[in-house]
Each structure stands twice: as C-alpha cells, then as structure tokens.
C-alpha cells in the first residue's frame, strides 16, 4: 500500500470515527433498577442525562436501598452505552487490525 492510499484510508477512518462519535453523541440510552422505579438516561459517551425516581422507593429510613438501586440504574445504562460503543466501532477498528505499523 502507497503512502498516498495510506493517507485516503487514514482521513476515511477519521471521517467515519467522527460520523460515530455524533452519532453516540445523539443516541439516548436508558438503565433501570428496581423494576424502573428509577431511570438513568445517558448519552453514547456515558455523559448523564437525566435521574427519574419514582416516589416509592423514597424512603427516609431507608436510605442505603434508594443509593444501591441509583448505582444499578447507572451502571446499567454504562454498560449499554459501553456496548453501544463497541458496536458501533467494531467495524471500523477492525478494519484498522490489517494496517501495517499500526498494531
């Protein structure tokens, strides 16, 4: 392969990691806890969005079950988001495994 191909497949990539990048930018995704009474919602990036608790699980005395369900919920949507990810950009790294020098 030239430098010159090297050079087209290399702004191609880019352009498409970018294409991808806005795309998980602009992707909601949504993780629960406790049968949905509470709801995470974060972008592709894993940046946070949004909390929703419902009043039930609200419990004064029981503050310990309110902030274990809050970590279920955001690390279900991390893990949806992270899979996101990959999906989206396992074609495209893969593509990159077959350029010399690179890996």
Request: no cysteine; glycine share 10%.
């Amino acid at each position: 392969m030239n430098p010159r191909q090297l050079q087209q497949m290399a702004q191609q990539m880019q352009r498409q990691m970018q294409k991808i990048q806005e795309e998980l930018a602009a992707t909601e995704i949504e993780g629960s806890a406790g049968g949905g009474a509470i709801t995470v919602k974060m972008n592709g990036h894993r940046e946070l969005q949004s909390i929703t608790i419902s009043r039930e699980v609200v419990d004064p005395e029981d503050i310990e079950l309110l902030q274990d369900l809050l970590m279920v919920a955001f690390s279900d949507a991390s893990k949806r988001a992270q899979q996101l990810a990959e999906q989206r950009m396992g074609p495209l790294m893969g593509g990159m495994k077959g350029m010399p020098g690179l890996f």
